[in-house]
């Protein structure tokens, strides 16, 4: 096939640039003429939280991949609409998380497949965003419309999608990333970051987000010191760029007396780093508040991490409770419980097994299966 993947890629950082560019390579390997078109603008300045949206690594090797798509300016979704449409791939395959993408992306899809070809295809991070606008619902409408197909990989993200249109729509959960490298020694990570390899850590990982919960994990961390119910061995790793005002955070960690407990790495972890907290932690927790999935979860079991997850979205379907970690509620008193029992027996190492075999439904393959499946329901 002629497939062209439009989405977040190199120079872009994170994790969607790393699953547009593996579902490339994953198609490419199977004999397709693959194209990569991102952005050459993603978010205006002022909108983008973080400090840097971009990567100054070179581009991989063995990709196309070609700086076109500018998402505020519509003289340019009409030239690479129209362009998409001469070009005739059998089908573009697009990213959707949020429905700030949604008129530029909306606007390609409906001139490209208006060749009467060319189908779009789209896997689905979420419908309605984290933090809702007047304008998601219109948005959404002009976006999910110009689909022909999706897959999802939560059910949460399912219903809400069924709300907007009955295109054909496939479950694959979200494969594991491939592009942090290989476990490492826990010592040689501890030393790659400064840390005390006599200390046992727990971590929170990923951009910092309020629904994200990261203020109830404080208030539970304190919660555990104040009862005794961890040993004084016991350290909480906070890992990821600050999305929201850092100072209620930092106050927080002051006020509860665990500033002491808490490692703060405030800041976008590349890619190159991820596997050090990773391998240094006994394990990750994700207090969320509301949840589609996370790609937190799959990078945990990349590296047979076990998981505490809130009982929110699509979390429990990923991290089964008692195998592979721990669903608990979403409140403080709740994430105090469920880490203390990480440290109860052979808890940890029980989940580690468990791990092994879990891990085995999360593939590149099985994602690009679906989509293919959808292709030839639509085409």
Not at 241 to 253: A, N, S
Not at 274 to 285: G, L, M, N, P
Request: charge should be negative; charged fraction near 25%; include cysteine.
């Amino acid at each position: 096939m002629k497939i062209t993947v439009l989405g977040p890629a190199h120079p872009y950082r994170g994790g969607l640039a790393s699953i547009m560019e593996t579902m490339a390579r994953t198609f490419a390997g199977r004999g397709d003429s693959v194209d990569v078109v991102t952005f050459t603008r993603q978010y205006p300045e002022f909108l983008f939280p973080g400090k840097s949206q971009t990567v100054d690594t070179p581009p991989p090797a063995d990709l196309h991949i070609e700086r076109a798509v500018d998402t505020v300016n519509p003289l340019n979704w009409l030239s690479v609409g129209r362009r998409l449409r001469r070009e005739r791939p059998d089908f573009i395959l697009m990213k959707y998380w949020t429905p700030f993408m949604a008129p530029c992306f909306g606007t390609i899809a409906r001139l490209a497949r208006g060749n009467g070809h060319t189908k779009v295809l789209c896997q689905i991070d979420n419908v309605e965003p984290h933090e809702h606008h007047i304008v998601d619902r219109p948005f959404n409408r002009w976006y999910l419309g110009a689909v022909d197909g999706f897959v999802y990989m939560s059910e949460q993200v399912h219903g809400e999608l069924k709300a907007y249109t009955d295109a054909p729509a496939l479950f694959s959960p979200h494969p594991m990333f491939e592009n942090f490298g290989d476990k490492v020694d826990r010592e040689e990570a501890c030393a790659a970051l400064g840390l005390d390899p006599k200390c046992r850590y727990v971590m929170f990982f990923g951009l910092i987000r309020d629904y994200k919960g990261l203020d109830m994990l404080l208030d539970a961390w304190a919660a555990l010191r104040r009862e005794g119910r961890l040993s004084a061995d016991c350290r909480l790793i906070v890992a990821g760029e600050f999305y929201t005002p850092k100072e209620p955070y930092v106050e927080r960690i002051e006020r509860s007396g665990i500033a002491g407990d808490v490692v703060l790495c405030d800041r976008f972890i590349p890619d190159g780093e991820v596997r050090y907290f990773f391998s240094a932690a006994d394990a990750v927790v994700l207090p969320y508040r509301t949840a589609t999935q996370s790609g937190v979860t799959q990078i945990a079991y990349k590296f047979d991490l076990p998981m505490i997850v809130t009982d929110v979205g699509g979390l429990p379907e990923i991290v089964p409770d008692g195998r592979a970690g721990i669903v608990c509620r979403p409140d403080a008193e709740s994430l105090a419980d469920a880490v203390a029992r990480l440290y109860e027996g052979d808890t940890l190492d029980v989940f580690r097994r468990n791990i092994l075999v879990e891990k085995r439904r999360f593939s590149w393959d099985e994602m690009c299966d679906r989509l293919t499946e959808v292709y030839e329901m639509v085409r």
